[in-house]
């Protein structure tokens, strides 16, 4: 309806001008400014950045998906991530600002050799090219393909559809981080975390008031007493998050991407001092446990309303939901957020790609005797390049049987652990030659990539992901 495109339309604009207001006279010729954000970034908008870079469509339409197939084990990957952040900031983060660092790979040139810091910027950059950001694109696309639907509106088949928002958000997503550094996706994020959060509770008050057919607390009394084998958050061996492995596996996911991961950890490169940078860690943990009543519990409720076979594919799950229970004002408006989410965590990853090829590669290879502003000049070009490459290859998810949001683990599971291991080791011990880290390195990466996608090893839970309109 006109509302719901007029109110998208309006709280894009407002993020859109505020993010220009607050950065516009940021200097963006240095590495400081383009990079860190002239280390000004404040506890409040590191925490709404941190948030936003996690919460991408893909993580909010693949875990209410993945509930809604299963139980509320999925909740392990929010609730886990504690203690990590945590470790960061007491731990890691005052190493890393007290020697002012712009990414991980320099701590490990410091450590290890120029080496080792090449390989673990290459290990990022393919990490992001296969992995963050076609994510983000393909997620925010079929979010707002179901919002609108926008096949009926366009006239156009679903994988076109696809085609064309994940081509669009990667335009707007690529302007953003290119042109306005990290300052401006800093911005903008803090301003969509406002919007996640209250879109959110308008979630989970909705669908509560339809399945209470009207009332909120029946709703809720319904969704807690009735059909209870949904909330089971203890994963057996045949859940989608077994228990086991929020000790084992899980652990090693989250504490790399929330202790080495540039695109998250950058933010708080960007601090203005160390208290603000652990004030926007401690900040963030305590909205990520938020996570569970609008990115989990909406999974339950349209387990309620739908039944249990109301999808060909669940990851059409979220956007459906709210198009149903919200009024079509509040659609427009979630459809905004939704919107804001993905190109903050697509804007944040090009940005941080960018930052890696930059002060990684280019500069120390070729560009010792050039000016910051030549070197971010030239490194926006290799970004624009990364943009057009990431559009082909995020709408090739449709084809990958698990699910977005298994796809996002996988492919981050092969580039996370190593680079991980590779920064504790380094942090913790002066002994651990180069040649054996660097050697390390490539075996865990061929040897994981077999195993993860070139192997026919049954994984138990993709049955529970079926592939793209309503049934009911």
Known sequence: TMGTFLSFLFFTSLVAVITYWRTHQQNLKSSKGYFLGGN???????????????????????????????????????????????????????????????????????????????????????????????????????????????????????????????????VIGGTYALFGGLKGVAVSDTLNGVGLLTGGVLVFVFGMIAVGEGSFFSGVKTVFTTKTHKLDAIGSSTDLVPFAVIFTGMVMHNAFYWCTNQFIVQRCFGARNLAEGQKGVIIAGYFKILNVFYIAIPGVIAYHLYGANGFENNDWIYPTLVR?????????????????????????????????????????????????????????????????????????????????????????????????????????????????????????????????????????????????????
């Open 40 to 170: 000004s970034l404040n506890g409040w908008v590191i925490a709404g950045s941190l948030l936003l870079t996690n919460l991408s469509a893909a993580n909010i339409t693949g875990m209410t998906a993945q509930v809604y197939g299963g139980n509320l084990a999925p909740i392990a990957w929010t609730v886990a991530v504690i203690p990590p952040l945590l470790f960061f900031a007491g731990v890691l983060l005052p190493t890393f600002l007290r020697r002012g660092f712009a990414t991980i790979p320099e701590f490990l040139e410091q450590r290890y050799g120029s080496s080792t810091r090449r390989l673990v910027t290459a290990l990022f950059l393919f990490c992001y090219l296969f992995g963050g950001m076609p994510v983000a694109l393909y997620g925010g696309a079929i979010a707002i393909m179901n919002l609108f639907d926008v096949p009926t509106l366009l006239g156009m088949g679903e994988t076109q559809c696809v085609w064309l928002l994940v081509g669009l958000l990667g």
């Open 324 to 472: 149903d229970v919200m009024p079509s004002l509040f659609v427009g408006f979630f459809a905004a957020v939704i919107f804001g989410a993905v190109l903050s965590t697509y804007n944040s990853v090009l940005n941080s790609s960018v930052t890696l090829f930059a002060i990684d590669i280019y500069k120390p290879i070729w560009g010792r005797d050039l000016a910051e502003d030549v070197i971010i000049k030239r490194s926006k070009w290799v970004g624009s390049f990364l943009v057009v490459l990431t559009m082909f290859i995020a709408p090739m998810i449709m084809k990958f049987q698990g699910g977005l949001f298994l796809y996002m683990v996988k492919a981050e599971v092969i580039f996370g652990a190593p680079i991980f291991l590779t920064l504790m080791v380094g942090y913790f011990s002066k002994t651990v030659s180069t040649k054996a880290t660097n050697i390390t390195l490539v075996s865990f990466l061929i040897t994981v990539s077999f195993s993860q996608f070139a192997t026919n090893i049954p994984v138990s839970y993709t049955h529970l992901t079926l592939p793209t309109k309503r049934i009911v």
